[in-house]
């Protein structure tokens, strides 16, 4: 008998299974899948667990009340049909708050679908992937999945922007995170303008943590037709599960992203309760105001402990014990329910990057630390 159960397909299958299990050439991946180490998030309890989050740089309140009225009037029927592929109610309501034209924006599905598309769009091989480092390890992975060549460049201990360095390794796509993490320092906008005009590369600041911060960057946009700027709902607005973030360029530079983008990358859903989060600028920037003075506090109790702290204009604060025990700190917090970030990397695992929380949480943390450091 011939056919789907013919014997003949079965050693063929188990023949291909021997391979792909023994064999050191033959795996399903492309070789810079296999070679590359994948992005590890920090740790994500389940909701309503009594942990004490401050490892992922969450928002400690709530959305918008003007947000969540619109999550829970959502229809069926606006589900049924594909969203809008440029989620324009979003991009209308960022262009009002904002100023910029709407065509001017490019929506994403969280700031990270933007970063993904700009090094998808512009960088592989020797069209290189250049930012200074420590700073967000997403740059890192994305560029390692293109593939693109990688350029870090160390910052100096008082995190200057090393702008001779940067512009020498001529980046395809050049990543600055302002205010950037772990570190927390905003980058001077002068220091971004001189590298705008000195780069012919796309420079990409990162602004996720721009509603907590003294200074934007936006203006640039305006001035170099070669950058663009990312940000996010995730941080400010409290809306990281919702997945919603954009970037603002010159609509020459959006051209190209836009025909790498998935064409419905941002949910129906996402679209309209972003859009009501950007309207209620006020909410937003309230609890900024809360997570600024609570910074304040905070870091003035770490320090009282003995902490080495680092300025920071976002809502976390990179934090070194006076001993170093960062590691065993980390785990004995974790112990007992109180996540902070933790890098096992050369520079940083001497430290604890430490998430902004509400007043209450921050004092839990310390009182646990008192004992730890
Ligand atoms: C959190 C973060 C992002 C990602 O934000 P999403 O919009 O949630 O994808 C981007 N850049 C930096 C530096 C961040 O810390």
Request: glycine share 8%; net charge negative; proline share 6%.
């Given at each position: 008998m011939?056919?789907?159960?013919?014997e003949r397909?079965?050693l063929f299958?188990?023949a291909?299974?021997?391979?792909i299990t023994?064999s050191t050439v033959?795996?399903?991946?492309r070789?810079t899948?296999?070679?590359?180490?994948?992005y590890?998030?920090?740790?994500?309890?389940?909701?309503?667990?009594?942990?004490?989050?401050?490892n992922t740089?969450?928002?400690?309140y709530?959305?918008?009340p003007?947000a969540?009225?619109?999550?829970q009037?959502?229809?069926?029927?606006?589900?049924?049909?594909?969203p809008d592929p440029?989620a324009?109610e979003f991009?209308?309501a960022?262009?009002?708050v904002?100023?910029?034209?709407?065509?001017?924006?490019?929506?994403?599905?969280?700031?990270?679908?933007?970063?993904?598309?700009?090094i998808?769009?512009c960088a592989?091989?020797?069209r290189?992937?250049?930012y200074?480092?420590?700073?967000?390890v997403?740059?890192?992975?994305?560029?390692?999945?293109q593939?693109?060549?990688?350029i870090?460049i160390p910052?100096?201990?008082d995190?200057r922007?090393?702008?001779d360095?940067?512009?020498?390794a001529?980046?395809?796509?050049t990543f600055i995170?302002?205010?950037?993490s772990p570190s927390?320092?905003g980058?001077?906008i002068n220091?971004?303008r001189?590298l705008?005009?000195k780069l012919?590369g796309?420079l990409v600041?990162d602004?996720a943590?721009?509603d907590f911060?003294?200074?934007t960057?936006?203006p640039?946009v305006?001035?170099?037709?070669n950058?663009?700027?990312?940000?996010?709902?995730?941080?400010?607005?409290s809306?990281a599960g919702?997945?919603l973030?954009f970037?603002i360029?010159n609509p020459?530079?959006?051209?190209g992203?836009?025909?790498?983008?998935d064409?419905y990358?941002?949910?129906a859903?996402?679209?309209?309760?972003?859009a009501?989060?950007?309207?209620?600028?006020?909410?937003k920037n309230a609890?900024?105001?809360?997570v600024?003075?609570s910074?304040a506090?905070?870091a003035?109790?770490l320090?009282?402990?003995?902490?080495?702290l680092?300025?920071?204009?976002a809502?976390?604060?990179l934090a070194q014990?006076p001993r170093?025990n960062?590691?065993?700190?980390y785990?004995?917090?974790?112990e007992r329910?109180?996540?902070?970030r933790?890098f096992?990397q050369?520079?940083?695992d001497?430290?604890?990057?430490?998430?902004v929380?509400?007043?209450?949480?921050n004092q839990?943390?310390v009182?646990a630390?008192i004992h730890?450091?």
């Open positions: 011939n056919g789907l159960f013919d397909i079965d299958a188990i291909r299974h021997y391979l023994y033959t795996t399903y991946f070789p899948i296999d070679a590359m180490a994948g590890v998030p920090g740790e994500q309890p389940k909701p309503n667990t009594t942990i004490i989050k401050l740089n969450e928002n400690p709530p959305p918008s003007a969540i009225a619109v999550l009037q959502l229809q069926g029927e606006w589900l049924r049909r594909y440029y324009n991009r209308q960022t262009s009002d904002l100023g910029v034209p709407t065509d001017w924006i490019m929506v994403g599905n969280g700031s990270d679908d933007v970063l993904n598309v700009i998808r769009a592989e091989g020797g290189k992937v250049v200074p480092v420590p700073t967000y997403l740059y890192r992975t994305l560029a390692a999945m593939p693109a060549d990688t870090e910052y100096g201990a995190y922007l090393p702008i360095e940067l512009v020498a001529n980046g395809a796509v995170a302002s205010p950037n927390g320092h980058v001077a220091d971004l001189q705008a005009a012919s796309v600041i602004e943590y721009v911060a003294d200074e960057a936006l640039l305006r001035e170099f037709e950058v663009i700027i990312t940000r996010t709902l995730s941080k400010g607005y809306l919702l997945r973030g970037g360029a020459a530079l959006l051209s992203l836009f025909k790498v983008k064409s990358n941002i949910d859903i996402a679209t309209l309760v972003g009501a989060a950007m309207r209620d600028q006020d909410y609890c900024a105001a809360k600024k003075a910074r506090k905070l003035i109790d320090k009282q402990l003995g902490f080495q680092w300025d920071s204009q809502n976390f604060l014990p170093n960062a590691e065993p700190i785990l004995a917090l974790k329910g109180i996540l902070v933790y096992k050369p520079g940083l001497d430290k604890l990057r430490i998430t929380g509400t007043d209450e949480q839990l943390l009182e630390l730890l450091v």
